[in-house]
């Protein structure tokens, strides 16, 4: 169940496997540094969601507290090599319900979340008018509802016009992605369509898509039968996707999910409970060597 993250951390098994990982074929991991992780940021509960800015000095998560509901943070850094300063609420955006699983606009000004402040999970959007002021208040995406199911862990491309999400909708007891696109940025999105050529047959959520590329990032429990949550790899050639493959660079043998591209292809980060951490799930990052 995606819809607290901390059922999404022992779907899995919590990393009871040590299965290898099937290499991805578009992905040599010469091109990417070992994730490490982000600084100033982890505790003794769990993080999620990471995003950054591309000038690496703003960060925007989730995060679950032993015993507590997930809230919205953000830290911020005065250089990208230095730890990030102790991380902040949200307060604007956090109700004491369940908030978290948050994608924000390449310029920061816009953020989607998960949240189920009114007892379902849905997903909500909020604007601010630049990166060093509050958001506004948050707007639920009533045309990506369904009934009684719950959505979240949204992706937002570039341009505002796909939204890419987790829901429970199709009544099959797991989690798939759906797609929704619109013309224009100010206009609701239309009605979502599962990602079939995504779907596994257990959880899958937390897609990323790769800037400028048709390759997407998702995390999943149920190509592999490896007792794990694993980060997965699909290309997209004239419109099908192709069959999902282990991305090897971002591999450990624990739990790895929740990636995100940043939105200038320079890194991706993700969330793990690899080992050597601070317990629980950690953010991590992994720089691109190989630029387009």
């Known amino acids: 169940m995606f ?3 901390a059922r999404v951390l022992t779907i899995a098994g919590c990393g ?6 099937m290499p991805s074929p578009d992905a040599p991991s010469e091109c990417f540094s070992a994730p490490t992780p982000i600084e100033g940021v982890n505790s003794g509960g769990n993080e999620f969601s990471p995003w950054m800015s591309n000038d690496r000095l703003e960060l925007v998560f989730g995060r679950l507290p032993v015993g507590e509901e997930s809230q919205l943070f953000h830290a911020t850094r005065t250089s990208p090599d230095v730890a ?4 902040q609420a949200l307060t604007e955006l956090n ?4 908030d978290g699983e948050p994608a924000v606009s390449e310029d920061g000004l816009t953020i989607w979340f998960g949240s189920d402040r009114d007892g379902l999970l849905r ?8 990166r060093d002021q509050p958001f506004g208040v948050p707007v639920m995406l009533a045309e990506l509802s369904h009934a009684a199911s719950e959505d979240g862990f949204p992706d937002v491309s570039a341009d505002q016009l796909t939204i890419v999400f987790a829901s429970n909708r199709e009544d099959t007891g797991f989690y798939d992605l759906f797609r929704a696109e619109r013309t224009n940025p100010s206009e609701a999105f239309g009605a979502p369509v599962r990602e079939v050529g995504l779907a596994s047959p257990r959880y899958d959520c937390c897609s990323t898509h790769e800037p400028e590329a048709d390759r997407v990032l998702f995390a999943s429990d149920g190509f592999n039968d ?3 949550i694993e980060i997965m790899s699909s290309s997209r ?3 099908t996707w192709s069959a999902p493959e282990v991305f090897v660079p971002l591999a450990s043998d624990r739990d790895d999910w929740d990636p995100q591209w940043m939105s200038d292809g320079s890194g991706i980060l993700l969330a793990s409970n690899r080992d050597g951490g601070m317990g629980g799930t950690d953010l ?9």
């Open 3 to 5: 819809a607290r993250v």
């Open 95 to 98: 109700t004491g319900k369940h």
């Open 284 to 292: 991590y990052i992994s720089t691109v060597l190989c630029p387009r």
């Open 84 to 87: 990030f300063d102790e991380p």
């Open 237 to 239: 050639v004239d419109g």
């Open 16 to 21: 009871t496997s040590t299965q290898p990982a």
């Open 226 to 228: 490896a007792g794990k």
């Open 123 to 130: 997903v909500y959007e909020a604007g601010r008018l630049s």
